[in-house]
């Protein structure tokens, strides 16, 4: 195979990306409770140490920095901000300013997220995303952060991946607060739909106040590349055209017409969606094959390709060119810039790792050529990590954790990351190396 050098825009940028939960350790909220109930997690492991990031964030920033990250995503953990309804801990939001602190200290952007999947007890006990009120409540926590943060240069994700919390935690009960229930489902998103008008209203209105100049503010999807099982029955076309509109465009489209569209309101306008969207932060892992024949709504799709690699536990299929098919598909549809805010695959082969990351960053060049914005691209990980319902059983860090000891050591994918953000692109020798 002849390869060449496949440079990206320059400005461009590159890093990784992370949740509190789970790195963090030592967080009491609806996830924690969820890990307490046999059978949930996989492993039967917990997150209650994780990485124990919360007391090694400047260890990991140090190996962040060595490997030349530009931008660092990582999530501020609600329940630790706003333990019981109203009552503010201040301790923490100290904590969270020093973690913003050495990443300005080491040159590297922070992007911060409001809400990556967890919720305080509290608001898990009121009905989570089902309570009407929930909006405002977690609107509430985005100003008092935002009001406390907003003196240092950060990027806003307002909810990360929404319609992972809905689908896998309202409609196939996986996640909490495991419901197995459509309807519920669509509440659900319809009230994080409003949840991320409330926090970039209460974004924009203290930089406003404060007379400051207004940051970049974007919520962050999950996408996945909706095929049909059978691309000659019309049946299954029409499945995956309707699954796709329903997880992959449904939502974003809302925020960006500022209007509640159809099966989560009638296209009601919600003025706090208004400018809520500055850019789309996209989160690609592989395709997803549907077929009229199951039942999708309970979970089922159709059976994996037994010649492609999958990602470790949770069957992730290798599938670089749905990377290409979702951000063309999201630039032409709706003219935002993309941040591409999680990519990576959960292995203990660090080779598929390699090969997983070169192989959709070409895939990102050539949206770029076809002229998709891109403005940067995060792996996920940094370090392995708790992964939600799989435990510590995949592996999705560049930087490997042994969880015995929390020994951090750096996998060759790290090393072949820091030489792509050095080239800013892929050379030759990069894709001859790592795809040989
Ligand atoms: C995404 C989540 C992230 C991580 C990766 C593997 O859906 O945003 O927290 O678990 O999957």
């Known amino acids: 195979m002849e390869y060449i050098d496949l440079f990206f825009p320059e400005g461009f940028l590159w890093g990784s990306a992370a949740a509190a939960h789970q790195t963090e350790g030592g967080n009491h909220n609806n996830w924690s409770e969820w890990e307490k109930i046999p059978g949930k997690i996989k492993d039967g492991t917990n997150a209650d140490v994780a990485c124990d990031h919360y007391n090694r964030y400047e260890e990991d920033f140090d190996l962040a920095k060595e490997l030349g990250h530009q931008v660092h995503r990582f999530s501020i953990e609600w329940s630790r901000i706003e333990p019981s309804f109203g009552k503010w801990d201040y301790t923490q939001i100290v904590h969270y300013k020093k973690v913003i602190e050495s990443l300005v200290k080491r040159g590297i952007q922070p992007m911060v997220t409001l809400h990556h999947f967890t919720n305080p007890v509290w608001f898990a006990e009121n009905g989570d995303w089902l309570n009407p009120e929930s909006p405002e409540l977690f609107g509430r926590y985005c100003r008092k952060i935002v009001q406390e943060l907003s003196n ?23 996640f909490p607060p495991g419901h197995n229930d459509f309807g519920k489902a669509i509440q659900a998103a319809k009230h994080l739909l409003m949840a991320h008008g409330q926090a970039s209203t209460q974004i924009r209105e203290v930089y406003s106040e404060k007379g400051l100049d207004q940051p970049k503010i974007a919520p962050v999807l999950s996408t996945s590349y909706i095929m049909p099982e059978n691309p000659e029955d019309p049946e299954d076309l029409e499945l995956a055209e ?17 209007r509640i569209l159809n099966p989560m309101g009638d296209g009601q306008r919600y003025a706090p969606l208004e400018n809520s969207v500055d850019f789309i932060g996209v989160n690609y892992y592989s395709r997803m094959v549907v077929s ?15 010649y492609r690699v999958r990602c470790e536990g949770l069957e992730w299929e290798f599938y ?30 660090d080779r598929i790792r390699q090969r997983y990351i070169i192989s959709h960053l070409q895939q990102v060049h050539k949206a770029i050529q076809d002229g998709a914005k891109v403005d940067g691209y995060l792996v996920w990980s940094l370090t392995d990590n708790f ?27 790290a090393f072949m990351l820091r030489k792509i953000i050095k080239d800013n692109g892929l050379v030759k020798e990069t894709q001859e190396t790592y795809l040989a």
């Open 292 to 306: 009229s024949k199951r039942d999708f709504m309970a979970g089922e799709i159709a059976p994996k390709d037994p």
């Open 242 to 258: 309707y699954i796709d509109n329903l997880y992959n465009h449904l939502w974003i489209e809302s925020a960006i017409t500022g």
């Open 387 to 413: 992964e939600w319902a799989q435990g510590f059983s995949s592996h999705f860090g560049i930087i490997e954790c042994d969880f015995d000891t929390l020994k951090r050591k750096p996998r060759e994918s």
């Open 320 to 349: 670089p060119e749905g990377y290409y098919h979702q951000i063309m598909d999201y630039w032409k549809k709706y003219q935002k810039p993309i941040f591409l805010t999680e990519n990576g695959i959960g292995t203990s082969d």
């Open 152 to 174: 240092y240069d950060v990027i806003w994700n307002t909810i990360n991946e929404p319609m992972v919390v809905v689908t896998i935690g309202y409609l196939w009960g996986d």
